[in-house]
């Protein structure tokens, strides 16, 4: 031990450290960690048969589960129309690593994808469903994700996420394999963890990160961000965000457009709930995008809202400015942080523009189930309600 720092010998190669299912930071230029003098908390650096950890609080190793990985987890070589099902998969580099352009068509359903440093799938194989899947405990920064993907007709769907050092989803660019229109829908993200490096801004990411293809289908999906981490980043033109459910968000959608101005988004029958920063993130070159049938309400402190640049905080007003007609500002009245569906009385029911995009609820429930489309992830159902009482 030297100030914190524990060794242990081992053999073999190690790719990841693991104290408690969580991963340790990795050397390298991410963290700039090159020697046992520059790790940081929650960090490990090998030299020939000796491995060396900080721990974030400091503690002797031999008071948690520690675990090393020699590598990815699942290779997949060439492995088109494979179903992958039931599985557990966990401590590894990379959980389900593509090797080499040539495989597609793979279904990831009903895993396990756990305790994971670098990404829990990447890269995605093309013409991929993944669905009903619990991602857990995966990454250690910004650049460390649950979906790492940029290939084309990819369906993300009935996902749990948690405890995601970065982003649940991130979407990237690569015209050439034809990226974009996505489907992403029922999906929950919840339980943020705070990333080792960098710990700027608090040191929590954004949820899903939707960049640069566009034209992607985004509804029915819940963030639970706890103050902590934002909901959605679009840097990408012409997606469709429908009927999500923001409890608690650090902010809700952010407009991203230091890259130039992405275009053509259309954000409706959306609940903001809660949210520690603004509402919608909108700075002044990310125009013209299209807003409206909105449910927003603040639970502590004033409501923010962005829009192209100007900060405001009564909804009259940023309403006037955005041309959400038939957005309000008012409690959604939902059930509870752990089940956000509205209660009988919620403005939330029979308020939502009648979408032919969503057809049903995160639940399969057909939409409508009153006289028009309920604002937000849930359909409000009677039976349901009563059971409660």
């Known amino acids: ?174 015209s050439a394999m034809g990226a974009g229109k996505y489907e992403i829908y029922g999906n929950v993200c919840r339980k943020p963890r705070k990333m080792t490096y960098p710990t700027s801004g608090g040191g929590y990411y954004v949820d899903m990160i939707i960049w640069e293809e566009g034209s992607n289908r985004i509804y029915n999906n819940v963030f639970h961000g706890e103050g902590k981490r934002r909901g959605i980043s679009l840097n990408s033109p012409n997606n469709l965000v429908y009927n999500n459910t923001f409890v608690d968000a650090a902010a809700g959608i952010q407009f991203y457009g230091q890259y130039g101005r992405k275009a053509g988004n259309r954000v409706c029958n959306n609940i903001f709930l809660g949210c520690a920063g603004p509402f919608v993130v909108w700075p002044t070159n990310a125009l013209p995008q299209t807003l409206d049938h909105n449910l927003y309400y603040s639970t502590d402190g004033p409501p923010q809202w962005q829009r192209d640049g100007v900060t405001y905080t009564e909804f009259s007003e940023y309403q006037r400015a955005a041309g959400e007609t038939h957005s309000r500002h008012a409690d959604p009245m939902l059930a509870g942080p752990a089940e956000p569906r509205p209660q009988p009385g919620s403005p939330a029911i029979d308020r939502g523009l009648a979408l032919a995009e969503v057809t049903a609820d995160i639940e399969g429930v057909r939409r409508p189930q009153g006289a028009a489309h309920d604002i937000g992830a849930y359909e409000f159902r009677e039976e349901i309600a009563r059971a409660r009482e």
């Not at 007709?153 to 996902?159: D, E, M």
């Open 1 to 174: 031990m030297r100030d914190s720092i524990y060794s242990a010998q081992v053999t073999g190669s190690v790719a990841a450290v693991f104290q408690n299912g969580i991963p340790l930071h990795s050397p390298g230029r991410r963290a700039k960690i090159h020697s046992v003098d520059s790790l940081i908390p929650n960090s490990y650096f090998r030299t020939n048969s000796t491995v060396y950890v900080r721990l974030e609080d400091g503690s002797d190793p031999r008071q948690s589960v520690m675990r090393t990985s020699p590598g990815h987890v699942v290779q997949l070589y060439d492995c088109h129309y494979t179903i992958f099902e039931g599985l557990t998969v966990e401590f590894g580099y990379t959980g389900f690593k593509r090797q080499g352009a040539a495989t597609h068509h793979v279904t990831y359903r009903g895993n396990t994808i756990r305790s994971i440093i670098n990404q829990g799938i990447q890269p995605v194989p093309s013409y991929s469903v993944i669905e009903r899947n619990l991602f857990q405990k995966i990454g250690a920064n910004k650049w460390t994700h649950a979906i790492y993907t940029s290939t084309p007709g990819i369906v993300i769907r009935h996902n749990i996420f948690e405890e995601i050092a970065g982003a649940a989803i991130h979407q990237f660019k690569q």
